[in-house]
């Protein structure tokens, strides 16, 4: 048992510095050509008289929006919700009251009402 688990051990221990190394080697190798695109620009630059360099660096993530698909009583009340919200083309114009005009309000019952 115990030389099964020192056996895993190495396996993982040795995998991992091989993967470190190859990703620096990576990181190491675009940062030189992008120190190189630099230097070019910089020359080109010089050459042109610009006298400063302007430098600058975004980045942008938007992670997706995952949402599940609508269940067939919410495609329903959402149907009745837009027949609701929509004008009615059979009204006369003026029958319905807006909130504002409305001077009559229902007043709590006197039990309810804050002394």
């Known amino acids: 048992m115990a030389q099964r688990l020192l056996s895993a051990r190495r396996l993982c221990s040795s995998a991992a510095p091989r993967r470190k190394r190859a990703f620096r080697r990576w990181a190491l190798a675009?940062?030189?050509?992008?120190?190189?695109?630099?230097?070019?620009?910089?020359?080109?630059?010089?050459?042109?008289?610009?006298?400063?360099?302007?430098?600058?660096?975004?980045?942008?993530?938007?992670?997706?929006?995952?949402?599940?698909?609508?269940?067939?009583?919410?495609?329903?009340?959402?149907?009745?919700?837009?027949?609701?919200?929509?004008?009615?083309?059979?009204?006369?114009?003026?029958f319905w009251v807006k909130q504002s005009e409305c001077v009559s309000y229902p007043t709590p019952p006197l039990s309810l009402s804050l002394s």
């Open 30 to 94: 675009l940062d030189a050509s992008a120190d190189a695109f630099a230097v070019e620009h910089d020359a080109a630059a010089a050459s042109a008289g610009l006298p400063w360099r302007i430098v600058a660096a975004t980045c942008v993530e938007r992670t997706p929006t995952i949402m599940r698909d609508a269940e067939q009583w919410e495609d329903a009340w959402w149907n009745v919700e837009d027949e609701l919200s929509a004008p009615d083309p059979g009204a006369p114009e003026g």
